[in-house]
């Protein structure tokens, strides 16, 4: 079984390393930046998002604790702000760590933060996933994600 549990500032200071380090190399992957500018974007992005690192008003950034085996195993960042809609979530990152994958821990950490999401008040929850991340895309699906848009490119 998971918990979600709010990160102390040294695994913030973890978390912010390795979600920029991995969002970077993604937009790189996905075609969207150089590997010349991507930490550099990557850190204006996270800026953008998270002013106040993890005291950002509406950030739920967590380390995903497997309580059974009494270790953390991922983290996670969802964002919830107020909308003409009702509240919006949108879930930032998502990341289980190498060598616990492929265990359901994807699946149980988004119904928690289904959850999570609904205790504060959300009526939808959104995210974004790169075309080349298959594997998320998997994961999504069976959470019960829909594609609501696509954005496609072709190299000239």
């Known amino acids: ?46 800026q953008k998002y998270l002013p106040n690192g993890a005291d950002t008003e509406g950030a739920f950034i967590y380390s995903v604790f497997d309580t059974e085996q009494q270790k953390s195993i991922g983290h996670v960042w969802m964002n919830i702000t107020d909308t003409p809609k009702g509240k919006q979530a949108f879930l930032y ?8 994958q492929n265990k359901g821990y994807g699946q149980e950490t988004m119904k928690a933060l289904d959850e999570l999401a609904i205790q504060q008040g959300a009526v939808r929850i959104g995210l974004h996933v790169f075309g080349h991340n298959q594997r998320a895309l998997h994961v999504y699906q069976k959470s019960g994600y829909v594609i609501t848009d696509y954005q496609m490119s072709k190299a000239l």
């Open 1 to 46: 079984m998971i918990e979600l549990i709010p990160m102390d500032d040294k695994q913030y200071t973890e978390f912010y390393h390795l979600s920029t380090t991995d969002y970077a190399a993604e937009k790189v992957a996905a075609g969207e930046w150089t590997e010349e500018e991507a930490m550099d974007r990557a850190a204006e992005s996270f």
């Open 93 to 100: 990152d998502i990341l289980i760590y190498d060598g616990n």
